[in-house]
Structures are given as C-alpha cells and as structure tokens.
C-alpha cells in the first residue's frame, strides 16, 4: 500500500483558482485525482504517467485543470483554475502500479484522504 498526503484546497468564488498537491511514500506508475461531490458518483479528473510526465484529462478538467510532477519527491500539483461552482467537491489523490486504465477503474488504487475544494458562485 502507498501512502498519499494531499495539501491545498479550500473555499474559492467562481472564476477563481486553486493548487492541489499530493505526495506519495514512493514512485508509482501512475498518479491522478478523482473527485467526488456529495451525492454523486465518484469522477475522474486528470492523470499523470510518472516515467514520461504524459497527461491525461476528464471532459470537466480539459482546458481549466493542469497537472504536474515533480517525480524527485513523488508528488504531483494539479492546479484548478476558472473554478466554477459545479467544482465543488471532496478531491481524492489516487495511485497505481498499474496502467491508467487501472487508476481509472480504481479497484487497485491507493487513495489519499481528501481535499475540500468548495466554489462558490
């Protein structure tokens, strides 16, 4: 089991941005984050292959959200930007040893605690 640690989040107003950090207790394969809002499913946001930097993007992320690595300290920063209030939600940092389509099922996946990121219009 990797250990993740999340940082940032919080409370914004629409149009506004934010930086999400999660740092894991060693490298892995991949690196994402999912979000999920209360009463609804739990949905993919973004990916990020740690060997190559390659990233991958949700509909809700494209264009608005970026993420990064920085592979020396296994951790990756998504940066939310132009946050609307239908953002608003629990942002879980997950990992895998495996491919993306792993991270994104999720059956294998580590999981972080969460970070609050709340919008408001």
């Known amino acids: 089991q990797v250990q993740l640690v999340e940082s940032g989040g919080g409370s914004v107003q629409a149009g506004g941005s934010l930086n999400l950090s999660c740092t894991a207790s060693?490298?892995?394969?991949?690196m994402g984050w999912f979000r999920q809002a209360p009463g609804q499913a739990r949905e993919w946001v973004s990916a990020?292959?740690?060997?190559?930097?390659?990233?991958s993007y949700g509909d809700s992320a494209k264009g608005r959200f970026t993420i990064s690595q920085d592979n020396a300290r296994h951790t990756v920063h998504l940066q939310l930007t132009s946050l609307k209030p239908e953002d608003t939600a629990m942002y879980y940092c997950?990992?895998?040893?495996?491919?993306?389509?792993?991270?994104?099922?999720?059956?294998?996946?580590?999981w972080g605690q969460g970070t609050q990121v709340t919008v408001s219009s």
């Open positions: 997950a990992t895998t040893d495996y491919a993306l389509a792993s991270l994104l099922r999720g059956d294998r996946n580590s």
């Open positions: 060693r490298y892995t394969t991949y």
């Open positions: 990020i292959k740690s060997a190559d930097g390659s990233a």
